[in-house]
């Protein structure tokens, strides 16, 4: 767990891969046959098969939600531009690091919304739930301190340790960090593999999955296969039927989400797969949110396409959680398919 506790807690928002990357390309020498990064910052690996194999595309994304500083004030306080999908609630009273591109320095500072605390402020104000634009970080500086150190732009990340607990590990940016640790940890695995594989580690895709529309159109994959977490909400005060997955329940096969329908026949070969290798397993239906498979599937003309989905509590949060277990099963499907999973292809 050393490298996806290193993966959690590094900082890159969308645009601002480049920590991420780095991780990932060291983990990566001498493991694949080619290693490059695109003008997006996308990474591309890429493990060769024999000759006339088909290309199966892997994306998993780096970038977690996070924010750029928009505004600094006389007084000193920031004022941020969210970059991915926050629920305001969640964001209370947080510790924020500010990387400062004047001064170099990472930052430490407080996230809360402007307003009254408890002691002075009346029932109805209290029961109020901020927006996105009422949050500002306050750095505990001086204002020609913080002016001195912070612009416009710079890169701003919540600050969370990542922790092991057992069965289950949580952290930052398991979305899709978790996903980037499926992809490394089966091209170690990998031996002899049907397809050639380009494993893209790719940016931007939680404002748009730009990365890997990109990307697919330089790797023009015969199969598309993203990688990303999804909702288990197996939690208290949830009904079943809303829960999506369960922690624990295996990898997640998606039928569908709102940025794309798995190609049936893909679908159905994942799921035989699996019920042959007895990995644990299970069918997800995500009634709203997309991976990287919906801008792959939609490149050039048209590319069957599937997501692998890692449940996990708590998504878009700093404590999001998942299974061991269902890592394990990820990199077991994952590795099994690309070493024999081409018979739809043959035919």
């Known amino acids: 767990m050393d490298l996806l506790k290193r993966l959690s807690e590094v900082a890159g928002v969308p645009g601002r891969e480049e920590r991420v990357r780095e991780i990932i390309e060291t983990e990566l020498e001498g493991v694949v046959d080619d290693l490059s990064t695109d003008s997006m910052g996308n990474l591309h690996a890429v493990k060769r098969a024999g ?30 531009q969210q ?15 500010v990387h400062g591109s004047l001064s170099g320095e990472e ?37 020609d ?3 001195a150190k912070v612009r416009i732009g710079d890169m701003v990340t919540l600050r969370q340790e990542f922790l092991d607990l057992g069965k289950v590990v949580t952290g ?13 940890q089966t091209l170690k695995r990998l031996k002899d593999p049907a397809f050639e594989v380009h494993a893209v580690f790719t940016t931007q895709e939680e404002v748009g999955l730009r990365g890997a529309l990109t990307s697919a159109y330089r790797v023009e994959p015969d199969i598309g296969i993203a990688l990303d977490t999804t909702l ?22 998606k039928v569908m989400d709102s940025s794309a329908i798995s190609t049936r026949w893909l679908l159905d070969e994942f799921l035989e797969l699996a019920e042959k290798r007895g990995i ?6 995500l009634p709203l949110g997309g991976t990287d498979a919906g801008a792959i599937q939609r490149s050039r003309l048209g590319v069957p396409s599937i997501t692998l989905s890692t449940p996990s509590r708590y998504v878009h949060t700093v404590t999001e959680m998942i299974s061991k277990a269902d890592l394990e099963a990820a990199v077991a499907l994952l590795t099994a398919y690309l070493q024999e999973g081409t018979a739809r292809l043959e035919s």
């Not at 970059?83 to 690091?97: C, H, K, M, S, T």
């Not at 930052?172 to 490394?184: F, H, P, Q, S």
């Not at 079943?240 to 990898?251: M, N, P, S």
Request: charge should be negative; charged fraction near 25%; include cysteine.
């Open 83 to 97: 970059v991915g999908g926050f629920d305001p609630r969640n964001l209370f009273a947080r510790q924020v690091i």
């Open 172 to 184: 930052k940016a398991l979305d899709d960090r978790t996903g980037c640790w499926i992809a490394i």
């Open 145 to 147: 301190e913080v002016k």
């Open 232 to 253: 288990a909400v197996d939690t208290p005060d949830i009904k079943d039927h809303q829960r999506v997955t369960k922690l624990g329940g295996g990898v997640g096969i």
């Open 280 to 285: 644990d397993h299970q069918l997800e239906v």
């Open 107 to 143: 930052l430490l500072g407080v996230l809360n919304p402007g307003g009254k605390p408890i002691h002075i402020s009346t029932p109805e104000e209290r029961s109020k739930v901020p927006l996105l634009a009422d949050f500002y970080v306050d750095l505990g500086l001086e204002p």
């Open 51 to 80: 000759d006339g194999a088909p290309r199966a595309m892997v994306a998993a994304h780096m970038d977690e939600i996070g924010f750029y500083v928009k505004f600094v004030d006389d007084k000193g306080f920031l004022r941020l």
